[in-house]
């Protein structure tokens, strides 16, 4: 489940009342607006999110009065999605390693100035087709550096108790504008041209501006140096590509996005071509979809008590592509209306679990690149799913387009039942105290090395099998925090020896690993030391190779070859051997 209910004692003769039940939502699903902190930035994003809303409206019915051809109109949604497929990976390693708050100070001066400059050319009536693509591409680089700033920074602003809840909220205040933002922006439209709502657009960065200055970002301890982008996005990688529960939410958000998008990047032509309407009834379609999405974000709350993350995401994938078929049927308002707040509500209860699930199983070190990732994922299936559903509607007609995509989504439901999707608790992902050590006795240069770690295990004949599996399990998570050459060796004189080895890159990578550990790898470390047998733990030692002309560590005198060279006649290295020759003490490994 995506969040802990309160326990409830049964009491004999007293059942819960209406106003108890209100209060118990208030405090789930509305306690993140308690922070004085989140409660601004909140009420300021829900500003600029109508502004982003009235401005889509004008370039996505702009576009259609410039060109006749469906899949330039679906090249606007195309335009907004593909730079956060293509930036939001270095975006992520940018907000994991820098000022989160300057980060998002400079995404929203980006896109202040992208707006500035489409509100001119569009009052001097010189905007063609490309250029509005080209400054629709633009503000989308902007998202793309903001979202995972923005997005990873909602735990910093929450308890992370209240995690769920904060990005519940978050999707209800822009699905609040997505609400009402698209008729006004019609209505708008109609009455003044797109040129005005790119111009109330550009008025509304202003607020989000003035409270992200003002913000007091709480600054974690900076105990280690910072990576490199190319560094960071490496290890953010590497660390998804190792978690099978992200790995499955990665996939399963692109596989909707690309699907959901068959409506989705369409429902301009959908009331044009299908319902015969303009600008307002376009705007009304968002808005009954931004309405169904504001209902099922009030409601998430509930849901995630009563359910787990598969059948909400399975429930939603199937509303959705049901939702989709009757549009491409439709051609009556009255009945394109309600399936429209269906699909929003399926949007959003998606889309906010897959996100949701992302936070609570990514440690902080990662977060910002997690969210990158689902970011990627899920824009570039919006992306990809806009042109080739545009491309569809273009050679072979709407309807064929919309009813494919909706079947598709009937079918993705089937892939739960290979990668279902699993929440973990959210401690699990919390870092440990003292998670940082140096163990070294003598002065380590942080960027010596290779380090090479090695753990000895006594293990008992009848539990080697066991014990070669939670080992295993072990090297996967020491390998998503950074660690290389993982081995588990056994030894052929003495079978029930085993020998756990791994490697850093540096000094440096070695305390990182330290640092990235949780309470979920702590847990599975314990399982593996059940199987070790005997009075002493495990003999761990931390070994530095040396060239021939290198001088001692720690500014001695003595040097002492590296293990590697080492002879040991009729066993292993003496205990607390260590290649510079210092004695360690007993980690926690």
């Not at 305390?511 to 002493?536: C, K, M, S, Y």
């Amino acid at each position: 489940m995506l969040a802990v209910a309160p326990v409830r004692r049964h009491n004999p003769g007293m059942e819960p009342t209406a106003s108890s039940a209100a209060s118990a939502w208030y405090r789930g699903a509305l306690a993140p607006l308690g922070e004085p902190g989140f409660r601004k930035l909140w009420l300021a994003s829900l500003g600029s999110n109508f502004g982003t809303l009235i401005q889509t409206v004008g370039a996505a019915w702009l576009m259609t009065t410039l060109v006749h051809s469906a899949d330039m109109v679906a090249f606007v949604q195309a335009a907004t999605a593909l730079p956060i497929m293509l930036l939001s990976v270095p975006a992520g390693a940018v907000a994991d390693i820098w000022d989160r708050r300057h980060v998002m100070l400079l995404a929203q001066a980006v896109m202040a100035v992208a707006a500035l400059l489409l509100t001119v050319l569009a009052y001097r009536g010189v905007l063609t087709p490309w250029s509005l693509l080209g400054f629709t591409f633009l503000l989308g680089c902007g998202s793309a550096l903001y979202g995972p700033a923005w997005q990873s920074s909602v735990g910093e602003q929450v308890p992370i108790a209240h995690l769920p809840a904060a990005v519940a909220l978050n999707a209800l205040g822009f699905n609040i504008a997505r609400t009402v933002g698209p008729a006004l922006g019609g209505a708008i439209v109609a009455a003044a041209g797109a040129q005005t709502a790119f111009l109330i657009n550009t008025c509304s960065y202003v607020g989000l501006i003035a409270v992200l200055a003002a913000w007091k970002r709480p600054r974690p301890a900076a105990t280690l140096p910072p990576e490199s982008i190319g560094a960071a996005i490496g290890a953010g990688l590497r660390y998804a590509r190792l978690s099978p529960a992200i790995r499955t939410v990665l996939v399963r958000s692109a596989v909707f996005g690309l699907f959901a998008s068959s409506m989705w990047a369409t429902v301009p032509l959908i009331a044009r071509d299908q319902l015969g309407g303009g600008p307002l009834t376009y705007g009304l379609l968002l808005g009954a979809f931004g309405g169904g999405a504001v209902l099922a974000a009030l409601a998430s709350t509930g849901l995630r008590r009563r359910y787990g993350p598969e059948q909400i995401v399975t429930l939603s994938s199937g509303v959705f592509g049901l939702a989709t078929i009757v549009m491409a049927v439709s051609e009556s308002l009255w009945l394109s209306v309600p399936f429209m707040v269906l699909a929003g509500g399926a949007w959003v209860l998606s889309f906010s679990t897959f996100n949701v699930l992302t936070q609570v199983l990514s440690p902080r070190w990662v977060v910002g690149r997690t969210l990158a990732f689902y970011q990627t994922g899920v824009f570039g299936g919006i992306a990809v799913g806009s042109w080739m559903f545009g491309m569809c509607a273009e050679y072979v007609g709407l309807r064929i387009g919309l009813v494919t995509g909706g079947l598709a989504l009937l079918a993705a439901v089937l892939l739960g039942r290979r990668w279902p999707l699993h929440a973990a608790g959210m401690a699990d992902v919390g870092p440990l105290e003292n998670a940082v050590a140096d163990h070294a006795h003598l002065a380590v240069d942080p960027d010596a090395g290779p380090i090479v770690v090695s753990v000895e295990y006594r293990v008992d004949a009848a539990n080697i099998g066991a014990f070669i599996e939670a080992a295993h399990k072990l090297g996967r998570t020491r390998r998503r925090d950074g660690a290389r050459r993982w081995s588990l060796m056994q030894d052929l004189v003495e079978p029930t020896r085993f020998i756990e080895r791994y490697q850093a890159v540096t000094w440096l990578d070695h305390l990182r690993q330290w640092q990235r550990a949780t309470a979920a790898d702590e847990r599975v470390r314990a399982r593996v030391l059940v199987f070790h047998q005997g009075p002493e733990p495990p003999r761990v030692r931390y070994l530095l190779a040396r060239a021939p002309d290198e001088a001692p560590a720690g500014g001695g005198t003595h040097w002492v070859p590296p293990a590697r060279e080492r002879r040991h006649p009729g066993g292993p290295a003496p205990a607390g051997h260590h290649a510079q020759g210092a004695t360690l003490p007993p980690p926690k490994h």
